[in-house]
């Protein structure tokens, strides 16, 4: 069965730019949450998605985005870069029953802002 | 607020037991989570725990909690030199609005395990 899987590993942007990373959760997974990871901030929530919706969402400004196809896979955006926004930007997918349980990463997108 | 704390750094010499501990100030967390990070890596789930559970093991792997501390530990035992990581413990709040992705996670203990 294979992992969640975040494309693309590794990218370069320049200030202003605008920014689409890709994640497809694991087969069967509904759920799809991101956190943003860095030095100083450690890792934050940004938002979680399920059923095309979004559930959730951390205490970022409205540059960052997202949203959730109806195969589950979701897509995060950020417009207007700014070099804080570097970042190791994670994707994480849960089946999503009631009790929930077991929520699985991705490999992550490394985003380097210039 | 919600906060998650870990000591930054813990070392320990191959064949050593390593304890990894969390204090999480939620007590309406349901699930606390350890996690896994290597070098240029993603996270890996190694372990959860419900909140009213005392105890998990999972072969070299013993999750303690005490709920009524808030205090969370993990210990690794025969801990190898492929175990040197940045360990995570997070929490999850209640399922408020059927959310199931808000983990909330401490900075994270980078063991160093010396052969």
């Known amino acids: 069965k294979a992992g969640v899987t975040q494309t693309p590993r590794y990218l370069i942007k320049t200030r202003g730019q605008q920014v689409t990373l890709s994640c497809s959760p694991i087969?069967?997974?509904?759920?799809v949450s991101w956190y943003q990871q860095t030095p100083g901030q450690g890792l934050q929530f940004l938002f979680e998605?399920?059923?095309?919706?979004?559930?959730n969402k951390g205490n970022f400004p409205g540059r960052f985005s997202g949203r959730q196809f109806s195969n589950s896979r979701s897509e995060m955006n950020v417009s207007t870069l700014e070099l804080g926004d570097s970042a190791l930007y994670l994707c994480?997918?849960?089946?999503?029953?009631?009790?929930?349980?077991?929520?699985?990463f991705g490999e992550g997108s490394w985003l380097t802002v210039v | 607020g919600e906060d998650v704390e870990q000591s930054l750094f813990l070392s320990v010499r191959e064949g050593d037991s390593s304890v990894i501990n969390c204090t999480y100030t939620?007590?309406?967390?349901?699930?606390l989570y350890w996690y896994k990070q290597e070098p240029g890596a993603g996270l890996q789930l190694l372990t959860y725990?419900?909140?009213?559970?005392d105890m998990k093991q999972d072969q070299r792997l013993t999750v303690l909690l005490n709920k009524k501390d808030k205090h969370l530990s993990l210990r690794i035992a025969d801990t190898q030199t492929g175990d040197s990581a940045i360990y995570f413990c997070?929490?999850?709040?209640?399922?408020?609005?059927?959310?199931?992705?808000?983990?909330?996670f401490g900075k994270g203990t980078k063991l160093s395990v010396k052969p």
């Open positions: 087969s069967g997974h509904r759920s």
């Open positions: 725990i419900f909140s009213n559970m």
């Open positions: 939620d007590s309406s967390s349901t699930y």
């Open positions: 998605y399920f059923s095309e919706t979004q559930r």
């Open positions: 994480a997918s849960s089946v999503d029953r009631g009790n929930g349980n077991t929520i699985y």
């Open positions: 997070a929490e999850r709040p209640p399922n408020y609005g059927g959310s199931q992705g808000n983990l909330i």
